[in-house]
């Protein structure tokens, strides 16, 4: 499975952001596709994730803001960014977990939010 990310920028706060993970290779193999997020000195931490089934969960942080979706036609999932913070700022990755329970993480790109 291979993942290529995109969709990264400045934005001011309070502004909108769409990241895209096109998928390609073995993807009937992925049950669950995830947004992962880091910000400088701290921990990755997941941030959103839908399942093959559609079910989709998050962060408390972004609960509200953000929203995780998915095109099967192109092979891709989304994460929509809606009101975001300073403190959204980050590299964010995208991550595919199989059946056989592989993971495969795409290059990051970079979130910027200024106050």
């Known amino acids: 499975v291979q993942l290529q990310a995109s969709g990264g920028g400045l934005v001011q706060a309070g502004g909108s952001l769409r990241l895209s993970c096109a998928a390609s290779g073995s993807i009937f193999s992925i049950n669950r596709m995830n947004w992962y997020r880091q910000a400088p000195g701290k921990q990755r931490e997941l941030v959103a994730a839908i399942t093959s089934g559609g079910s989709t969960n998050y962060a408390d942080s972004v609960k509200g803001r953000f929203t995780i979706s998915r095109d099967n036609a192109k092979n891709t999932v989304y994460l929509q960014m809606n009101s975001l913070k300073p403190e959204d700022t980050a590299v964010y990755y995208c991550?595919?977990?199989?059946?056989?329970?592989?993971?495969?993480w795409g290059q990051g790109t970079q979130v910027t939010v200024s106050s």
């Open positions: 991550h595919a977990q199989t059946n056989n329970f592989n993971s495969y």
